[in-house]
């Protein structure tokens, strides 16, 4: 009897070891790098965010949470993307971790201000280093021999972000250095521009939906004019009319880029990424071979909204 009940005990063992892992996920990168990096049959990601949500005013709902009920772990942005986590942690519980992989990534301030960008995301380089974070924080939740297949994985996700770093290097590296700045709705291109040598010019605040400041729209105009800026740039979904009136103005043009990172028609973060990229290079405008596309798809889905006029 007594032999009956620990095999039966070290059935039921093997039945909660062969489990995969709940991580709950706040943004839709996030969840991509945790499938990713913890792989489909170990990890079973929980994406709270949902298709379409505005990323400066989500929030998850009571409904949402219920989902992520029981993770270990729970991925966040950080650098204050998300203010409401302190309440989120009481309502999770102590048992859930809440991981705000920003929070490794050295700042990068928005221009003319101390305030961090926390669209930190947008650099590839960021992406690697934070998938080293995920790593550290998923071994201990597995079984030992995951380790090695963990740390696997995050290697192969690294390198893909290092491609694509070297991809964009390449690309940007050809537009004229005079020409290299970033005029954008809302502050969510500095890391981008960090780590690429550009000059970002955010015309709003951090969130999209922030107000312009009309009294230095004289001078904006003036700063853009002497840049000789023929091209501004809004989130894809969105087409603030102080951005479109600023184009008007400069007779510039409106391009879309993906800053928030949110893009449900984009299968990963390569697409998303490079989308963001024949915005800002177009591929008329540069040597074709020179380029070294993960996903080829995102090249066509550029061209097909690249051409915004205001
Ligand atoms: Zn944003």
Partial sequence: MGTRIILSFLFMSCVVCAEAV?????????????????????????NLFPANAELHSFQ????????????????????????????????????????????????????????????WWNSPRNMARASLVLAGALTPLLPAEQAAAIAQRQQKYAKSMEKLERTARLRLARQPAA???????????????????????????IAAESQGDMASLATLLKQLRERHVTCLYTERRESPKFMQNLANSLGASIRPLIMDGIAPDFPSYEA????????????????????????????????????HSP
């Avoid at 706040?26 to 170990?42: C, F, I, K, Q, Y």
């Avoid at 709902?61 to 993307?81: D, H, N």
């Avoid at 859930?96 to 490794?104: D, K, M, N, P, V």
Wanted: with cysteine; charged share 15%; glycine share 8%.
């Fill in 272 to 307: 998303m990424f490079l989308f963001n990229l024949d915005s800002l290079c177009p591929p008329s405008h540069h040597a074709e071979s020179l380029s070294e596309p993960a996903d080829k798809t995102s090249s066509s889905n550029a061209k097909k909204q690249l051409h």
């Fill in 179 to 205: 020409q290299r700045a970033l005029v954008c709705s809302h502050a969510a291109m500095c890391h981008f521009c960090a780590a690429f040598g550009w000059e970002p010019i955010p015309v709003l605040g």
């Fill in 22 to 46: 709940k991580v709950a996920s706040l943004h839709p990168l996030l969840s991509e790098m945790a499938r990713r990096v913890g792989g489909d049959d170990v990890v079973e990601v929980v």
């Fill in 60 to 119: 998850p709902s009571g409904q949402e949470l219920m989902a992520a009920a029981g993770c270990p772990l729970l991925l966040a942005c950080g650098k204050g993307m998300e203010p409401y986590l302190a309440a989120l942690q009481q309502s999770v519980g102590k048992k859930t971790r809440i991981l705000e992989l920003g929070a490794s990534i050295p700042d990068v301030l928005v221009p003319g201000s101390n305030v961090p960008d926390p669209h």
